[in-house]
């Protein structure tokens, strides 16, 4: 026998010894009659039937320490030489490489695996340790080794271990592995790249968990994020297959945790107070180490760069909007060359890359975004670096002018130069700074909060979760605990590139506050012909937020440092709202809009300094007094990166 082929054959050995989950169906013997009595149950069923046009292996995969990861192997029949194409998911292996029962490999993997499979990939989805049909214990987000790990055992390890054996035992590929995830997928893809292993040649993280204290899942500058509870009880319960789901009926979710007092109230309410994830986050309120040793950009900074890396983000993303720039803005540093790592920013929601990218919401773009990103950019840098094809150059930055809907193939990130936009007198936005001293008041009430969406409100439901960040905001500009400032009408396109700052000089009457500001893209009053000539629904004096943030005023001198505001007292809050790269039409008015609650997206701040707002007691929430200023010398604005066109 040739080296090659004693290769295969000990290749396909181990395929055979390492026995598969799902067991084969036990044929009823033909001369075996059936009779009312035959129990009606049988083994299983193979799906995978023999005109299947695809391949399909399911394999415990060992690591180090002997646990056992369920993974699913997935390949159209007859591929040589293959590269891999692996995530890693705490979201069900097994449901997730089957998304249809069909014997057609392209109904059966997710949508964004199309362009792969007809060219030769292999893929391939693991569920993560502990959870689904995956051997161990689950840590949510588990720390790299280290101070908080003492384990010796991590995302690292086991990616590192997962390739070492795919790379080695399937015959068919070319023992090349990248990796792609979204979310916790993305988390698990970045921690890939931490001591990789030699054969893992090109990572794809899109949209990544890496902080969720300062703006990704669980908190944004100490606001908290009250879906999260749901959350955490689905994913820390058994396996996360028990469906386990807090039982506080239907209904508006706007009265439902106004009614249950403070979140901590809620949690205690149902029940889920002592689960271990909700443990964590209501008693680390705090950017303390145990947050800020857990953000992954940090991490990242710490660790060489090895991997060509591509980061992906929506702009729109509900969920972990900070993550890939944060992440970006470390890597790129070290690729001298410009060439190793890309950030892109496509006008999607969370995880909208891997679907459909004709709309969002009221909004249209040209075609289906997403799929000409996955064709046009993502496959040709997996084939570069997989497959050994052509350098395809890809862009060093890939952003999505929204408002003029064309892709920016750029050199770098941020491209504009932060402008101010102040808030100015009669309730108007300028660029002009403020030459008198002024300020506008008006009063926060956290019996009354302001929705985050119109009511009634179901954070649940997709259709209100996913596209809520380009909402109309004209269902909250005429509140009164809602300053709007608007500028005239355009005469020459603004365009931004980059993430514009909030620079807000404001005092409260209470001791604690929060402090929301968006950046809002006000369409003329213009009707398109009707739907009765194909039109969407007209936009006409549309309030589309182009960003919304967040910042819980107790943090104003160190996220570490929680303590109560002096009543009164002028403070500074400078934080960040998402990355964009958007175009202010002429004929549109920019606007600025500030308010102190955005509920029940965010627990509500009881507006009187507590130790721990997740304790707040009824008589803690009490009406405030907010002023902003605008003065020469307190002057609030929206800094917006500005591009010279």
């Known amino acids: ?79 040589k ?34 362009p792969f499979v007809d060219d030769g990939y292999i893929i391939v989805t693991q569920d993560i340790r502990g959870i689904h049909n995956s051997e161990g214990v689950y840590v949510m987000n588990r720390p790299l080794s280290g101070a908080l790990n003492d384990t010796g055992i991590d995302e690292s390890t086991d990616a590192y ?25 993305g988390f698990t893809s970045l921690l890939a790249e931490i001591n990789p292993h030699p054969a893992l040649k090109a990572a794809v993280p899109q949209s990544p968990m890496v902080d969720g204290w300062k703006g990704d899942d669980w908190f944004h500058n100490g606001a908290f994020r009250v879906n999260s509870l749901s959350y955490a009880l689905g994913q820390s319960t058994g396996k996360a297959d028990a469906g386990a789901d807090i039982p506080d009926g239907v209904g508006d979710d706007y009265n439902r945790y106004l009614e249950a007092g403070s979140t901590g109230d809620y949690a205690r309410k149902w029940g889920i107070d002592q689960v271990p994830f ?24 710490a660790a060489p760069l090895k991997v060509p890396t591509m980061l992906v983000v929506g702009q729109w993303d509900q969920e972990d909007s900070y993550g890939a720039p944060a992440v970006y803005k470390v890597m790129e540093p070290k690729d001298t060359n410009n060439d190793m790592v890309s950030l892109v920013i496509g006008p999607w929601r969370h995880s909208g890359v891997n679907h459909y990218g004709y709309d969002l919401g009221a909004l249209t773009f040209t075609g289906d975004t997403a799929q000409e990103f996955r064709v046009k950019y993502m496959k040709p840098f997996f084939d570069h670096y997989l497959k050994g094809a052509p350098d395809p150059k890809t862009p060093p930055v890939l952003t999505y002018a929204t408002g003029a809907n064309h892709w920016n193939e750029l050199p770098k990130w941020p491209m504009g130069t932060l402008t101010p936009l102040y808030i100015s007198e009669n309730f108007t936005a300028s660029f002009t700074k403020p030459a008198t001293d002024g300020h506008d008041n008006y009063v926060s009430d956290p019996s009354k909060p302001v929705p985050f969406i119109p009511r009634p409100i179901s954070m649940a439901n997709s259709s209100q979760w996913k596209p809520w960040l380009v909402h109309d905001q004209r269902f909250v500009s005429d509140r009164p605990d809602v300053l709007t400032y608007t500028s005239t009408a355009l005469d020459k396109p603004v365009h931004i590139m980059g993430a514009p700052v909030v620079d807000l000089y404001a005092a409260t009457s209470g001791t604690d506050s929060d402090w929301v500001v968006k950046i809002i893209d006000v369409y003329p009053n213009e009707l398109p012909e009707g739907a009765a000539q194909g039109s969407k629904p007209g936009m006409a004096g549309y309030e589309l937020p182009i960003g919304i943030e967040i910042f819980r005023g107790r943090y104003v001198h160190g996220f570490d440092k929680p303590q109560a505001l002096t009543p009164g007292k002028i403070e500074q809050y400078k934080f960040e709202l998402p990355n964009v790269d958007h175009v202010f039409l002429p004929g549109h008015k920019l606007m600025i809009q500030v308010q102190s609650s955005l509920f029940p997206l965010y627990d509500r701040n009881p507006q009187t300094y507590v130790d721990n707002i997740f304790n707040a007691k009824p008589a803690d929430y009490k009406a405030a007094t907010e002023s902003i200023y605008r003065t020469p010398t307190a002057a609030s604005a929206v800094w917006l990166p500005i591009v010279k066109e």
């Open 81 to 114: 030489d293959g590269p891999i194409l692996l995530s890693r998911t705490p979201y069900d292996a097994k449901s997730t490489m089957a998304r249809s029962a069909s014997q057609t490999i392209k109904e059966v993997l997710p949508a964004m695996y199309d």
């Open 278 to 301: 909700v443990r964590k986050l209501m008693e680390n309120p705090a950017y303390t180490t145990f947050w800020s040793g857990q953000a992954v950009d940090k991490w990242m900074a």
């Open 161 to 185: 271990d997962t390739i070492d054996w795919l790379a080695k035992n399937i015959p068919e590929s070319n023992g090349k592995v990248g990796i792609i995830g979204s979310s916790y997928l």
């Open 1 to 79: 026998m040739t080296f090659r082929t004693l290769t295969c054959a000990a290749a396909l050995l181990s395929l055979a010894l390492a026995a598969p989950v799902l067991a084969k169906p036990k044929p009823a013997a033909p001369s075996t009659a059936v009779t009312p009595m035959t129990p009606d149950v049988f083994d299983s069923y193979d799906k995978v039937r023999p005109d299947a046009d695809f391949v399909r292996r399911v394999i415990m995969v060992p690591m180090r320490d002997g646990t056992k990861l369920y993974t699913v192997i997935v390949f159209k029949k007859g591929t």
